[in-house]
């Protein structure tokens, strides 16, 4: 039967999974829009920025597992996308986004800087940012190419996936069933070759000190969590996570040990740094983590890691001893099956390693004192405490990033969406994608005072849909981290920092009263626990400011000085500012003693 090629598109996004589109409507999208409309069981969400729309595609994506779709036009519109594609890219989402193009004779012509109406050949930019990017330039090739990529997107590794549709294709009838379909290549398993690499591995376990796990998001989106979590417990193994994995496992677990990095954690830390073994599982090792002296990264483990992609293990920073190309469900249920019903015996490292869970926490007890506003640490740790276990959290970028991955207390089922490797300030969008897929569930967004202005217009698609997003704005007067890197860096130069040194911001309350959005503000560490109740019980939108101080220390860190020649040098991972006791610090390297 005969149909609109756009009528084509969108039914089988739909059908793929796509349950839930974002869109800014457009005149290049006439077609794409109206088969929306009439489609009538995908739906969409309007947003108001082209990057929001794929910030919100993307982080439905990964919550949900399946397909995040957006519709945007073509020339800026497309552009304005590129940050949320990178992301995707980045991060890995399983996301396809539809872009708008002039008529395809005019799409084609590429010797002027600009031929077509808004025209601008975006194809190429795409092509570096995506797993695939096509220009549906051929009515004939619609089927095969849109099926081609919806498996591509899905596929493992999942990714982002780039389709234009020239205006006058999207109009064009055509027959989908007349028309050759895409046949997904067989998956390939070298069973042989990873099975010897699993008992390599299997020897190591058996005859390490110190073993460690490392999970990264890779873990989720292989659906390898199951497996992992009873495998750990089987072996009887510490756990750490990075922070796009940081809600594989509650805080709670008895192995669970924290998330390092050079914001990280110092029980984290020390386990890297004292382990003899480090099992790294859909974990890409990103300089967050590792910290910058790469060669000094877990210096007395041998590191197996494990990822898809070949890139990962052969870039020139953590070099594995046993690099495995897999994904991560085959190798835990491989390796669950080899390990059998072995235990890891030295219970005195397990002990330690929860021994420094246990006398270094993030929220200190000093923090409680804090008199200039709340304490981020100790506001995140009684936040933490308050949420419940399922609850879905979206996380911005800036200070709140670090404060919340270090200070969170993950509980089961939670999940929290990260704007991970590309750390884009402004991700507020991402919660308005998780929020269209988790049916009418609360979601928590942790902005800040300078993120939430990089993408404002979107508290208005929040109140419009009324969805149930809650907004804790962390004010710390800007941006405190470039006011920390500035004092240390530029002996106290400040620039674009905060209202003193040339950048502004509004008055929170007015904002939210402009967008007839419920506003609450938490001053003082003595409101916290009743207007953490509050919080919870609210329904519907709501922007909670909480302010904190403005040169408040974001620590534990690693931390970095300036030599006399201007270059930068990093101080040992495991030895985190503000430094312990030198006494303290030598008793916990524990690599020769356990």
Known sequence: MKMRVSDYLVDRLYRAGAEHAFLITGGMI??????????????????????????????????????????????????????????????????????????????????????????????PLFEQVTKYAVMLDDVSRVRYEVEKCIHLAMAHPVGPVWIECPIDIQGALFDPDLCEGFTPPPRELDRTTLLAQVDEVVAAIKSSRRPCFLLGAGVRQSGAVAELTDLIGSANIPVLASRLGMDLMANDHPLFVGRPGTYGDRPANF???????????????????IGYDYQNFAPHARKVVVDIDPAELNKPSVTPDIAILADALDFTVLLRQRLGDYRFGNQPWVDKTQDWKRRYPVDLPEYEKETEGINSYHFMGLFSDAMEEGDLFVLDTGSCFHVHAQAFQVKRGQRHIITGGLSTMGYMPGAIGVAAASQGRDVYCITGDGSIQMNLQELETIAHNQMPIKIIVLNNNGYLLIRHSQNNFMNGRLIGESPSSGVSFPDMKKIANAYGIAYQKIAVTSELSSSLQRLKNHRGPLICEVITPANQLLIPRVASK?????????????????????????????????
Do not use: W
């Open 562 to 594: 300036a030599l006399p020649d201007g270059t930068m040098v990093s101080m040992p991972y495991d030895d985190m500012f503000p430094f312990l006791p030198r006494e303290e610090y030598a008793d916990n390297c524990v690599n020769k003693t356990i």
């Open 271 to 289: 386990t890297v740094q004292n382990s003899d073994l480090m099992i790294v599982v859909g974990c890409r090792l990103g300089v967050g983590l």
């Open 30 to 123: 006439m077609h794409l829009t109206d088969a929306l409309l009439q489609h009538g069981k995908q739906k969409f969400i309007c947003c108001h920025h082209e990057q929001s729309a794929s910030m919100a595609a993307e982080a439905y994506g990964r919550y949900v597992g399946t397909l995040g779709v957006a519709y945007v036009t073509a020339g800026p519109a497309a552009l304005n996308t590129l940050t949320g594609v990178v992301g995707a890219f980045v991060d890995r989402s399983p996301c396809i986004i539809v872009a708008g193009q002039s008529k395809v004779s005019q799409a084609k012509i590429t010797g002027p800087r600009q031929f077509a109406l808004q025209g601008f050949n975006t194809l």
